[in-house]
């Protein structure tokens, strides 16, 4: 009698030697490009977006592509590699429509056929282009959203919550139909809403009549989308709470008190101890995500239900914890900490907040409460 054995595909959770290449030349095109006190700047303007960060990022290192085949003019990378790229980006709070175009968009881009599609991808990947999908920021992967109406091939609606639509050249936007339409950003009326993470701002995209080009079926795209902007969310609330922990143990070194340092009394060793598990155990479920969604492993939906059911709450603690024992500077306008923990807080309710994705995790492990 023959037995057959199945073997479970474990996650790589390492980073490669490529890995680690691409994130210090991330690093250092952010340390020349994105300084603290220009990120504050901006964010006192009505563009806090940085183009030439982003035509940095793009085209210079051709990272807006990673996700689009070789064939449409990308890089033909996986999500591990985007997630690297994400880290960095969080660890600087880059004020750029990284998440929201490159992997959001894309991802959605990616899930339609037809040369609509495919030449979107190809501007998208030069960077030239910038996407946003018109899915309010707090919608969960398969949670329910709001279309628009499509009366003669032409849109009516209005949808709120829009990351990045201020930027955006095309927009992605689901009509009751059943399909994605793309809308050029020109054609549409945007009005501001008040975000608390400055760099990441929010709008009202109002369309009335708006002439569209049909891109496929709009739920399979969204929930493609969403579940990659989820699982590679937990990426940048890793990348910023890792610089939220290591400003925060710089800081009690170097801080005095009683003529030594602050960092060497025994109740703050323990919260730094603390933080160091959570940023520990973070970067172990984002790697497992960006893995997953890399391989197309048949858990990803586990995997990123996990990643941003955890993720979420250590970024907000950590930059609480931050702000906290930064003392009275870090309560000052100047000091970047705010911007941590305004994007931490703003990151808690993206694509689902961590009780969204518990839920939907205790469904798909069969764990639900009675």
């Known amino acids: 009698m023959m037995m057959t054995t199945t073997q479970s595909t474990q996650p790589d959770l390492l980073y490669s030697e490529e890995e680690e290449a691409l994130r210090a030349a991330v690093r250092d095109l952010l ?80 899930a339609c056929e037809g040369e609509e599609a495919a030449g979107l991808l190809t501007a ?76 990441r701002r929010l709008a009202t995209v109002t369309l009335d009549g708006v002439r569209a080009r049909r891109l496929g079926a709009a739920e399979p795209a969204v929930r493609r989308a969403l579940r990659s902007g989820a699982g590679l969310l937990a990426s940048e609330q890793l990348g910023l709470a890792d610089w939220c922990l290591t400003e925060t143990v710089r800081h009690l070194k170097e801080r005095k008190q009683f003529n030594r340092p602050v960092g060497g009394f025994q109740a703050l060793k323990h919260r730094l101890a603390q933080l160091w598990l959570e940023v520990v155990n973070t970067r172990a479920a984002a790697r497992g995500a960006a893995d997953a969604l890399a391989t ?30 930064h003392g009275g500077i870090g309560m000052t306008w100047e000091h970047p900490v705010h911007l941590y923990l305004k994007r931490a807080k703003a990151d808690s309710i993206a694509y689902g907040t961590a009780g969204a994705h518990r839920a939907a995790l205790a469904e798909l492990v069969d764990l639900q409460a009675p």
């Open 296 to 325: 197309g492993s048949a858990d990803t939906d586990v995997s990123v239900a996990v990643a941003q059911a955890y993720a979420a709450s250590v970024a907000v603690h950590t930059a609480e914890e931050a702000l906290q024992l």
């Open 31 to 110: 340390s020349d490009h994105c300084d603290v006190a220009g990120v504050i700047t901006r964010t006192e303007t009505d563009t806090p977006h940085d183009p030439e960060l982003w035509k940095a990022l793009s085209d210079g290192m051709g990272l807006a592509g990673l996700l689009v085949p070789e064939s449409l003019g990308g890089q033909g990378a996986t999500h591990r590699e985007v997630a690297v790229v994400l880290e960095e980006l969080g660890r600087a709070v880059a004020p750029v429509p990284y998440l929201t175009s490159a992997v959001v968009a894309t991802e959605a881009l990616l």
């Open 124 to 199: 998208l990947a030069s960077g030239r282009t910038i996407g946003a999908l018109a899915v309010a920021l707090s919608v969960a992967p398969g949670g329910a959203h709001k279309t628009v109406r499509n009366e003669d091939g032409l849109l009516h609606g209005e949808l709120t919550g829009i990351a990045d639509a201020a930027v955006a050249d095309v927009l992605l936007v689901p009509a009751d139909d059943g399909g994605l339409y793309a809308v050029d950003g020109d054609a549409v009326t945007l009005t501001p809403q008040v975000s608390l993470d400055l760099t």
